[in-house]
C-alpha cells in the first residue's frame, strides 16, 4: 500500500448496523503484514506530467501516488494497482501498465474469498473499463 492510502485514506469502514469501524493499517507495517511504499514529490509530478489536466483532476492523491509507485517499480514482482475507480484504471492504461492492474474480486479470490461485490468491484467491469481506456490510449485522449 502507499503511504497516502495508509496515513490519509484508509482510516475506517462502516459495518453492516452502519457503525464506523477504525482502521489502523501501521499496525499491519509494522507487523510486516502489509508493505508501505512511498513516492516523492519529484516522482508524483513526473507521472502527472504524462496526463492531461482533465485526467490530473481526476485523479486522487492516494491512486496517484500507486500510479507512481508502480512506475517506478514495474519490474517488482507481485505489486499490482487495485482500485475501483474508472479513471484510476484508465490511468494505469495510459501509462502503458495494464498487466499491473487486478480487479479487487480477482485480488480477494487469489486469497479463497469469494464474496459478492458490488459491480465496480468486478472482473468485469475490471475489463470494461481496460478495453475503453486502451481506445483512449490509442487515441491519445487523457495525455499531454
Same mark, same amino acid.
Given at each position: !500500500? +502507499?503511504?497516502? !492510502?495508509?496515513?490519509?485514506?484508509?482510516?475506517?469502514? =462502516?459495518? @453492516?448496523?452502519?457503525?464506523?469501524?477504525?482502521?489502523?493499517? /501501521?499496525?499491519?507495517?509494522?507487523?510486516?503484514? %502489509?508493505? /508501505?511504499?512511498? $513516492? +516523492? $514529490?519529484?516522482?508524483?509530478?513526473?507521472? &502527472?506530467?504524462?496526463?492531461? @489536466?482533465? /485526467?490530473?483532476?481526476? &485523479?486522487?492523491?492516494?491512486?496517484?501516488?500507486?500510479?507512481?509507485?508502480?512506475? &517506478?517499480?514495474?519490474?517488482?514482482?507481485?505489486?499490482?494497482?487495485?482500485? #475501483?475507480?474508472?479513471?484510476?484504471?484508465?490511468?494505469?492504461?495510459? /501509462?502503458? %501498465?495494464?498487466?499491473?492492474?487486478?480487479?479487487?474480486?480477482?485480488?480477494?479470490?487469489? $486469497? #479463497?474469498? +469469494?464474496? =459478492?461485490?458490488?459491480?465496480?468491484? @468486478?472482473?468485469?467491469?475490471?475489463?470494461?473499463?481496460?478495453?475503453?481506456? @486502451? $481506445?483512449?490510449?490509442?487515441?491519445?485522449?487523457?495525455?499531454?
Amino acid at each position: !500500500m +502507499t503511504e497516502t !492510502m495508509v496515513k490519509q485514506e484508509v482510516l475506517f469502514y =462502516k459495518n @453492516s448496523d452502519d457503525v464506523r469501524i477504525d482502521i489502523d493499517l /501501521m499496525e499491519n507495517i509494522e507487523g510486516e503484514r %502489509l508493505v /508501505m511504499h512511498s $513516492a +516523492t $514529490a519529484a516522482q508524483i509530478i513526473q507521472v &502527472l506530467n504524462l496526463f492531461d @489536466s482533465q /485526467m490530473c483532476s481526476a &485523479l486522487h492523491s492516494g491512486e496517484i501516488e500507486a500510479l507512481a509507485v508502480i512506475h &517506478l517499480k514495474r519490474e517488482v514482482d507481485g505489486l499490482f494497482f487495485c482500485t #475501483g475507480d474508472a479513471k484510476a484504471i484508465e490511468a494505469l492504461v495510459l /501509462m502503458g %501498465l495494464r498487466s499491473k492492474g487486478i480487479s479487487l474480486e480477482h485480488l480477494l479470490s487469489k $486469497a #479463497g474469498c +469469494t464474496k =459478492k461485490l458490488p459491480r465496480h468491484f @468486478s472482473e468485469i467491469r475490471f475489463h470494461e473499463l481496460i478495453e475503453k481506456a @486502451s $481506445a483512449n490510449k490509442i487515441q491519445g485522449i487523457g495525455l499531454q
